[in-house]
Structure formats: C-alpha cells, structure tokens
C-alpha cells in the first residue's frame, strides 16, 4: 500500500494530545458490491445511520483487487447534483473528465474533490494501458454532502498530487499521518470542501500506538484499510474496539481519537492502515436517489428531470470513453 511514504522520524511530531479520548460507538463491516462496469467495492457506510456520518453520505473501498490484463473497470459517464465526490487513489491510476472542464490522472496517493453542486456529468476509468496490463488497484471514493444553501453551487474540480499532503508522526515516530483534508494539530491538508471535515490517512507500524487531537464539533469515523488493532483507550476504564480491514469505527464525544496497532500484522501489507474522517454534521433532511442527493423528493425529481432535458449539459466531445476490447 504505497500512496505516499516518508521517514517519520524526519517529520513534524504531533504535539501530546489532551482532552478526553473519543468512545467507540459502533463496528461495523461493510458488504462487498459492484459498481459501475464492474469493478469491486466495499461499501464502507451500510448499515450506519446518517446521524452518524453527517456531513458524509457514502464511501466506496474500490479493490484491493489484482486485475488481469483486459480485466481493469471504471463507470461510464453519469451525473452528480448536490454533493462533493474525493477520490482518493493509494495504489493504481484512474483517470477523471467531466463537462466543465475538470479532469485528471489520479494515481498513488493522488485525491480529487469534484463539487458536483448544481449538476455535473462526469466518468472515472482506468486508461486504457493500465486496462490492458492490468495491475493492482486501491482507492476510496467519498460522497460529501453540501448544505441547502450550497447544493445548488456552481461545479467545481480539484486535483491534488500525492505530495501535496501534509506529513506528520507521531511523538515516537510509530505512526506516519497523511493530512488530505483539513486540518490535524494545526497541520493543514490541501483539499478545500464546502462543508468544514478532516481526512486523514494513518499508517501504524506492528505495536505502534497515536493520539491524535480531533475537532470536539466533528464526528469520527475510522475505516481501516489494512491490518488490524484497535480504537479508542482501554485504560481509565474506556474500551478499545478491535478494527480490521474492512470495518467502520464510529465514535462519540471526545477531543482526540486513540488508534493502536496489533503487534502482529499479516506479512502483505505489515502495517495498520485507517483512513480516519469525520466533519461537521450539516443536520439537514437528505433524500438521496441514485446520484442526486437533496433535502427534499420535489428536488430529486426535479434533478431528473433536469437531466434527462440535458440541463446538466453536455458530454464533450473529446470525452474520454471506457476502454472496450475488440477481439
């Protein structure tokens, strides 16, 4: 899992956090699915309730998977209105075009936000080399919701290259932080979304355990992407939860979030991986059909109809296409 790597021992070390830890709320492990032309996804939310992942509305763990060569997927072009998409790519390359002029690779360690706002038609696939090589492939894909007063906002698109994080450790060197988005102890990451979160990617080595300062006003959310530990303090009478692969943490009440490494991880990936995210809670009605997410039905039904009269505009002509294999 390369995304972007660094000798801790040279970066900025958080500050001790202080301030009581967050509780866990729930674990839960998200259902394997399918999407777009095919590729395969981790539905990281299902089964949470909104309250609990407000501003947030989904997230797609796109792979692991190794593709075959001929085997890579992406979707074709579809519309958004009402939120941002972040795409964040740790292994593998996926390119992005939409209609009004936002597009891209995004490869290891690279995110996008793409403010759909008041309509937006756009694809996400593989190039067309990496489909026929085939190859690793590892992201996220992240629907962030918008306020009523922004849902209706003019499309936007930012592509941030792997570097362009901020890198931190913590105070042992144990663990590397990845600030995408937000801002952790000070530390600023590049994305600029609508609606006030914090994205972090944190690598654990075997053992290792953080403490890292958390908004008191946001929500927490811990997704782990590889190898497994806890979260939370078991000390003072709290509980650490075990995380795996695979799992969503959510937690409640606290000004720092706790993650602790297993001392034995699998011999693959030999490091906990949590994508760790949480925001301020919008508090609004949301009523979500397919790719419109609004505050009321009237206004998903008027962002079809908007869409299938074209007033999301144009495909452009030099769209990029899904590769399609000719035998």
């Given at each position: ?39 395969p996804v981790t539905r990281a939310f299902a089964g949470v309730s909104y309250q609990d992942i407000d ?125 995408i988005a937000g801002e952790i102890d000070g530390y600023v990451g590049p994305g600029k979304s609508q ?133």
């Open positions: 899992m390369p995304a972007v790597t660094a000798d801790t021992f040279t970066l900025p070390h958080l500050a001790p956090a202080v301030g009581r830890a967050r509780a866990v709320k729930s674990v839960t492990k998200g259902p394997q699915a399918f999407e777009g032309d095919g590729f501003p947030f509305i989904h997230m797609d763990q796109m792979g692991e998977v190794e593709y075959a060569p001929y085997e890579p997927r992406g979707t074709s072009w579809h519309p958004h209105r009402g939120f941002e998409t972040f795409t964040y790519m740790i292994d593998g390359t996926f390119q992005h075009q939409d209609n009004h002029g936002g597009g891209g690779i995004i490869e290891n360690g690279a995110t996008q936000y793409m403010t759909a706002g008041s309509g937006v038609l756009h694809i996400e696939t593989p190039p067309d080399e990496l489909v026929m090589s085939g190859g690793f492939f590892h992201g996220i894909q992240l629907w962030i919701n918008l306020p009523a007063a922004k849902k209706m906002t003019a499309p936007n698109y930012q592509n941030l290259a792997g570097g362009d994080v901020e890198l931190l450790s913590s105070q042992d060197g144990g663990a590397l932080i990845r600030v609606t006030p979160m914090t994205i972090a990617h944190v690598t654990l080595a075997p053992g290792a355990s953080v403490s890292i300062p958390w908004n008191p006003e946001f929500n927490a959310l811990a997704y782990t992407l590889a190898g497994q530990g806890t979260v939370g303090e078991g000390e003072l009478g709290g509980s650490a939860a075990p995380i795996a692969a695979g799992t969503l943490a959510v937690m409640v009440d606290g000004d720092r979030v706790v993650l602790t490494a297993d001392k034995v991880q699998d011999a693959r990936n030999g490091a906990l991986d949590v994508l760790l995210l949480g925001g301020q809670p919008i508090n609004e009605t949301v009523v979500a059909y397919g790719p419109f997410v609004m505050n009321t039905k009237a206004e998903v039904v008027q962002a079809l109809e908007d869409f299938n009269y074209g007033r999301f505009g144009q495909i452009p002509d030099d769209a990029l296409q899904p590769f399609h294999h000719r035998h």
